[in-house]
């Protein structure tokens, strides 16, 4: 909070009676409002997945049926999924908690997939089959690769603000704990 917010939520009970009186320190009253790092992570969450669709729709996708044989070309299939519009929220901490443990284990997934050495861990969740009706196969993978990296950096921006927030970080323990 800067200088400026700090003023304008002074509220001075008293008058001066006269001048060249001095102030009563005991009369000021400062109202900082509480920073709720919850509700902004909530919010940050909603872009970040707003930002990341086409990567988290296919990983989720995948997570539901691992066999599935993807139709179309690729990633292109989650193109036009429906953002979500970005609200507050009764129980920001928790539902920062929830969302966040859904993306860590998609995170894992990828990660898991990339550690296997293999040619499909590359495109992951595609194959290269899927992106045989694609006019340009190897601009759709590197794109796909574009979008993995994309949700990698902001990823690791969110889970940077996530550690800063004792409180959700107390939420995903709790969660955590209900799991195990």
């Avoid at 009253?29 to 997945?49: A, G, S």
């Amino acid at each position: 909070m800067n200088w400026w917010d700090i003023l304008k939520n002074t509220k001075l009970s008293g008058k001066a009676k006269g001048k060249g009186t001095s102030l009563d320190a005991s009369k000021i009253k400062i109202n900082i409002d509480k920073d709720d790092c919850c509700e902004e992570l909530w919010l940050k969450m909603q872009n970040f997945i707003n930002d990341n669709l086409i990567v988290i729709s296919s990983l989720r996708r995948l997570r539901a049926a691992p066999n599935y044989d993807f139709k179309g070309i690729g990633h292109r299939v989650f193109e036009n999924q429906t953002k979500v519009f970005p609200s507050t929220s009764e129980k920001p901490c928790e539902n920062t908690a929830d969302v966040y443990l859904q993306l860590v284990d998609y995170v894992e997934k990828i990660q898991s997939s990339l550690n296997s050495g293999n040619l499909r861990g590359m495109v992951l969740p595609f194959e290269l089959k899927h992106y045989e009706n694609s006019e340009y196969p190897a601009k759709d993978i590197k794109e796909w690769n574009q979008f993995k990296d994309s949700f990698y950096h902001e990823w690791n921006y969110l889970h940077i603000s996530i550690d800063k927030c004792p409180d959700v970080i107390a939420a995903i323990r709790e969660r955590e704990d209900d799991f195990s």
